[in-house]
T-cell receptor, first 111, second 114 residues
């Protein structure tokens, strides 16, 4: 079983749609959680951290369910510029900078 | 301020050769990590260095080695290259080595082994 599992997609959605990505992780000792965004042939960039209470940043909302070991990302009012691969990332307690990435979910926002 | 810089951007090598990849962290960042990203996969952790000491190693063979210099720049070395080593190699830096310290990635070095 992979440490971090994501649906690879692609998710093709029209502009303005709401889209949700899900992610599960296997190690219950995981302590920190993130969503990264990666554009084609570019480096990953931190989109947002994910907190137990859930957090929102503009059109983006992240949720964490520790009991189910499940992380989600909701994007509202999708823009063409949201087209990218979204990587679910976890870090073990005391893991320093050793991040464990999922394979990523590809999003294509279309006119 | 300059971000994380990596060199070279692209590299083509043949099987059995050796390669050295270089990384300069953001000014003031003392931690450098290396990741390998094979096409269609997420990045995989290779090494982390902090204050010139190895702080973590991923599940990679001994052909992979790294070091960090007094100015906090870093090199990743791969010996006896295999076709499967073809990937995007990413360097990331952070100010400290704590769990939630944001990582800043460089543009990566795209290595092709033929």
């Amino acid at each position: 079983r992979k440490e971090v599992e994501q649906d690879p997609g692609p998710f093709n959605v029209p502009e303005g749609a709401t889209v949700a990505f899900n992610c599960t992780y296997s190690n219950s000792a995981s302590q920190s959680f993130f969503w990264y965004r990666q554009d084609c042939r570019k480096e990953p960039k931190l989109l947002m951290s994910v907190y137990s209470s859930g957090n929102e940043d503009g059109r983006f909302t992240a949720q964490l369910n520790r009991a189910s070991q499940y992380i989600s990302l909701l994007i509202r009012d999708s823009k063409l510029s949201d087209s990218a691969t979204y990587l679910c990332v976890v870090n073990l307690q005391g893991g320093g900078n050793k991040l464990t990435f999922g394979t990523g979910t590809q999003l294509k926002v279309e006119l | 301020d300059a971000g994380v810089t990596q060199s070279p951007t692209h590299l083509i090598k043949t099987r059995g050769q050796h390669v050295t990849l270089r990384c300069s962290p953001i000014s003031g960042h003392k931690s450098v990590s290396w990741y390998q990203q094979v096409l269609g996969q997420g990045p995989q952790f290779i090494f982390q260095y902090y204050e010139k000491e190895e702080r973590g190693r991923g599940n990679f063979p001994d052909r992979f080695s790294a070091r960090q210099f007094p100015n906090y720049s870093s090199e990743l070395n791969v010996n006896a290259l295999l076709l499967g080593d073809s990937a995007l190699y990413l360097c990331a830096s952070s100010f400290v080595t704590q769990n939630n310290s944001p990582l800043h990635f460089g543009n990566g070095t795209r290595l092709t082994v033929t």
